[in-house]
């Protein structure tokens, strides 16, 4: 559907005053029929070009003035472009009244949120992994919480966020929902992203978190160490429960995976080595990325203790897994049975593959971060930090080599 359509800077009024600005009109012109409206703003007549639509001259006032056109302009251009696309009949009006925002719905926030909540729940398991859907599903209602105890509404347009929404919404988690920093910003990171989406496709002008830095505070991870680990290796537990539990979390701590890689782990998954020895081939959940873990015996000796368990014989896990959240539970009654002190949950159990078993055994970090699952060597180094007795091993060798080159070199002298 072809139109012809045109815009005009103009000004209105009279222009024969000496020393009075007069009002800029714009005039669009869709098929010859034509609609006006005022920018505005107002220019000295004697200042004023005709011919170009534009204030004369290079002084500060003409620039922000015609940068302001320029930026109308185009606005209407964009407009006009959409309603090209969309390739429904429309007038000079149509544009004047979208330019003007009547009658055009703006986009709510909670309802974009909700728009692409329900996308990722449809790709769970293809895109995303079903925590992340949670986390986003939790932002949401954060955000929902802060809009009515903030604005006294139910939604607010995406439009009306701006930099002093973001911080009153971390201030808000910091302090109505008590999340630590690194927490608030992992939900403002979230929040980020269906802002992003708004800015893209240009149901906002200007990202309002341009200005906003996100740092996360470092974080000491804690992992177990080798006599905690061997502690909790040796104990006699009573109880069938805890003693998967148990096991679940020992595997963890030998192999690296994730309670739900371990959970999702099919015998499929156990495969035997050009070398005779087994390794774990599979996909971490939450990234994609590929795994290759050799089995270290420990680990190969809990797969084979449960080897005969029925759920195992049916081919539906290579461990009897308990949920999550009571493993979590009776880690805590195993974490005092065996005298640690620490907060035992199943990821502590992958820092301490990083740490206690890997790395402070001399792995280099890039094996290490390629058996996590990891993309980069920054986020091994997150989970994976070097033990003081594996620096003071490190060092010794390097005093030694040091050592005898000086002693070499003063017995030449």
């Known amino acids: 559907m072809s139109h012809s359509f045109s815009q005009l800077f103009y000004l209105k009024g009279k222009h024969k005053e000496k020393d009075v600005k007069v009002p800029i009109y714009l005039r669009l012109t869709v098929d010859g029929q034509r609609s006006e409206l005022s920018v505005s703003r107002k220019v000295d007549p004697q200042k004023w070009s005709a011919r170009t ?40 009006s149509d544009i004047k009244n979208l330019y003007l925002g009547k009658g055009e719905k703006h986009k709510m926030l909670l309802e974009l949120f909700d728009g692409h909540n329900q996308q990722m729940k449809k790709l769970i398991d293809i895109d995303f992994a079903l925590g992340t859907y949670k986390r986003y599903h939790t932002t949401r209602n954060h955000v929902a919480e802060f809009i009515k105890s903030e604005f006294k509404k139910s939604d607010i347009p995406v439009r009306d966020v701006d930099l002093k929404f973001i911080k009153g919404f971390e201030y808000f988690l910091k302090t109505v929902k008590e999340c630590n920093h690194n927490s608030a910003l992992k939900y403002i990171n979230n929040f980020k992203k269906i802002i992003r989406m708004a800015v893209a496709h240009e149901w906002i002008s200007k990202d309002p978190f341009y200005n906003y830095k996100v740092q996360f505070k470092t974080v000491e991870r804690e992992f177990l160490s080798k006599e905690e680990l061997q502690a909790l290796v040796d104990k006699n537990i009573k109880g069938k429960r805890l003693n998967i539990v148990r ?160 002693i070499a070199k003063i017995e030449k002298m």
């Open 247 to 406: 096991d679940m979390f020992v595997f963890c701590c030998y192999t690296g995976l994730s309670y739900i890689d371990v959970q999702k782990l099919h015998p499929d998954n156990i495969v035997k080595h050009i070398d005779g020895s087994f390794w774990i081939k599979s996909k971490r959940t939450k990234t994609k990325s590929r795994l290759g873990i050799p089995l270290l015996p420990t680990a190969l000796g809990i797969i084979q203790k449960y080897q005969d368990h029925p759920k195992v014989i049916n081919g539906d896990c290579v461990l009897p897994v308990l949920s999550n959240q009571k493993s979590n539970a009776y880690l805590k009654e195993i974490a005092d049975l065996c005298g640690i002190k620490k907060n035992l949950t199943t990821h502590l159990a992958r820092h301490t593959f990083a740490t206690t078993i890997t790395l402070s055994n001399g792995v280099p970090i890039e094996t290490v971060g390629q058996m996590l699952g990891h993309k980069n060597l920054r986020t091994t180094q997150h989970y994976a930090k070097i033990i003081d007795r594996k620096v003071s091993e490190d060092m010794a060798a390097l005093k030694e080599i040091l050592g005898n080159q000086s």
């Open 53 to 92: 639509g534009k204030m004369k001259g290079t002084n500060l006032e003409a620039n922000e003035l015609n940068q302001y056109l320029d930026t109308v302009r185009s606005r209407i251009n964009r407009i006009h472009r959409q309603l090209v696309e969309d390739n429904k009949p429309f007038t000079s």
